[in-house]
């Protein structure tokens, strides 16, 4: 080992070191010490240093990745909450939509269910008035089979009645230039129906054939005609035929003159066209009556 003294240079007194600085005690003088790179103190400077540096650079590092990491958490967050109430959005939607659904399920069931309802309960009450109608009928037919004068009465009213209706000149809308023609006789009856509606009410319909005469060529043709007795009914009491005898032509009756050329068609619209109704033919009450196939 070797042994320095360390003197000041300039005056040779004592030097005192403070860290890497010496200072003279005697004249003051100043020295700093100029290392080698073989220094071992050098060595140890440098790599203080480089330690340093590195802790600060790791540091900024930590620093910079704390920051980066708190930014896409951040931005994690903000995509959760975006897709957590683009979910909730979603189910809303899906909840309203669903809702609108069953509700309109619901209601078409429902709607369904009732015409279900009311189409059977309408059928069912045509058959309840289709029996108390052939109830009805059965009580008429021995009724009028006991006592025809009800009937015959009835036709004699309907006879006045539509002669009366019928006895001014009518016009052929079959011709461009109208033709003028009367009735000449006396109405005939030759057939009658009872008609029974939906709510059990009855009325007498009398087929009548009336003879017409063109003012000028004296040309005859048949027109047949309907009158209605409104009120003809079964007394429940008595089980005879109540009417007043009232007449009114038949609502259907409004062909040529009122009436129609062809007794089928007087038929299919005063009859057959009453689709509410039930109808039945009183038989062999007019015997000289004639009419069509139905007659």
Known sequence: MKLT????????GNLSQQGDSFFCTSCGS?????YDENDVKYTDLVTQ????????????????????LKEQMEQNKLHRDFEREKKND???IASIVASYYISIFLFLGGLIGLIVYFSHSVKASKKEMKVKA???????????NSD???VENAALEGQDYLFSERSTIFYDPAYVNSREAKIKDTPKPYDAYVMIDSSAKSKLCIFFESVYEYQDTKEEFTIYDCVIIPRFSLNEMTKMIETDYVCSMGN?????????????QLYLECIEGEYESTSFKIDQVFEDGKGGENG
């Not at 100043?30 to 100029?34: E, G, L, N, R, V």
């Not at 240093?49 to 980066?68: F, G």
């Open 5 to 12: 003294n360390l003197n000041c240079p300039q005056c040779n």
């Open 30 to 34: 100043a020295f700093t010490i100029d």
């Open 49 to 68: 240093a480089d330690r340093t540096r590195q802790l600060i650079a790791r540091d900024q590092e930590l620093l910079q990745t704390r920051h980066r």
């Open 90 to 92: 979603i189910r809303k």
């Open 134 to 144: 052939q109830e009805i009928m059965s009580e008429m037919t021995q009724a009028l």
């Open 148 to 150: 025809r004068s009800v």
């Open 252 to 264: 259907r009756t409004n062909g040529t003159f009122g009436g129609y050329r062809e007794a089928d």
